[in-house]
């Protein structure tokens, strides 16, 4: 008994020492981050979710059970909100309300739920954090995601929005990288995705537009590089436009259908690919009007009925190779107009249809 009192005081110094030497935030570490649960029927561990938001630090997952919520919801800290089951955020007994609201500097995940009836679906207006907004539908709404004046990469993926009054999404000022992917708008009142007078490099990727009350996507003003890949416009005034924008675009299998006017820019600077593509208009396949970038038009076929190519007053090469430029008009059909080029134009490989004229220079 003796020699068990004597080494006690030894056992319990060499224990604390060893606790003395963990770094810090180890103990952070091993007891992990929290996940809060949210049922409305009290069944969780809060009936709101904007109490489990509040409660929640950042690194945690406020994880939302099935069922209408009839919120606003404000993220302040970088969390995980999901609703693995497809809650709903219900706005219809607010006036003017905002379905999911990102501030700051939060670098919020939000997952997995469906948002209707709010005047912004999910509103991040001068954020700076990179957050994201996945498998998530916005319906109903004046705009589906309203993001103006944000400096982060932020990303859309794997969501939908409908039946908006306005855009899709309203991005307007913006400078930071960001990304729209794998995402579907379906009759919304203007822009699929207005991003007019931003500076950041984006992509567009497996993008579809139906039915917008303006264009697919709008990028006039801009100065940073796009990439538009896989990406479907229909029922449009104009699948892309980029008026007085002067980064450089790669637009690769772009579908546009049923609309005025395939792609649109003037009085830029900015080089373009258009490659593996479809056009399908009503008046113009390419309109473009005093540029200074070169471009490059490479397996795509035109097919409108007023003019196939419109290039008038541009100032840079053209080279279009393994194209068919296919125009249907009786009268004043033009397959390519290149008035007032002051560059060299190359066409190689292309077939130039049309009743009319085939060739203006």
Request: charged share 20%; hydrophobic share 40%.
């Amino acid at each position: 008994m003796s020699d068990t009192r004597t080494r006690l005081p030894a056992l319990l110094l060499s224990i604390m020492l060893t606790l003395a030497v963990v770094p810090a935030g180890a103990a952070g570490t091993q007891t992990g981050q929290e996940t809060l649960t949210v049922d409305k029927s009290g069944s969780a561990d809060y009936r709101s979710i904007q109490a489990a938001v509040n409660a929640a630090d950042s690194g945690d997952t406020v994880e939302v059970q099935p069922g209408t919520y009839y919120e606003e919801v404000s993220v302040n800290e970088s969390i995980t909100l999901v609703a693995p089951d497809r809650a709903i955020l219900d706005g219809s007994r607010f006036v003017n309300g905002t379905g999911i609201t990102v501030a700051g500097t939060a670098e919020p995940n939000v997952t997995g739920f469906t948002v209707r009836n709010y005047r912004f679906g999910v509103a991040a207006n001068g954020t700076s954090g990179d957050w994201t907004v996945s498998d998530t539908t916005v319906i109903a709404a004046d705009v589906g995601v309203y993001a103006p004046n944000t400096t982060g990469n932020w990303t859309i993926e794997d969501a939908a929005v409908a039946s908006t009054a306005y855009s899709g999404v309203f991005a307007r000022g913006t400078s930071g990288d960001w990304m729209i992917r794998n995402t579907r708008f379906v009759e919304v009142g203007g822009d699929g995705v207005d991003v007019r007078k931003s500076s950041g490099d984006w992509t567009v990727a497996a993008v579809v537009v139906d039915q917008s009350g303006a264009d697919g996507v709008d990028a006039s003003g801009t100065t940073g590089d796009w990439s538009v890949q896989n990406t479907e416009v229909r029922r449009s005034d104009a699948g892309v436009k980029a008026i007085n924008s002067d980064g450089d675009w790669a637009v690769t299998d772009l579908t546009v259908s049923r609309s005025d006017i395939g792609l649109v820019t003037a009085f830029s600077g900015g080089a373009w690919t258009l490659e593996d593509s479809t056009l399908e208009t009503r008046d113009i396949g390419v309109f473009t009007a005093r540029t200074t970038g070169a471009w490059t038009i490479q397996n795509t076929t035109i097919e409108s009925q007023q003019q196939g190519i419109h290039a008038v007053n541009t100032n840079a090469s053209w080279t279009i190779f393994e194209s068919t430029i296919s125009v249907t008009a009786q009268r004043d059909a033009i397959g390519v107009d290149a008035r007032s080029a002051t560059e060299g134009w190359s066409l190689t490989d292309v077939t130039i249809e049309s009743p009319g004229i085939e060739v203006a220079e």
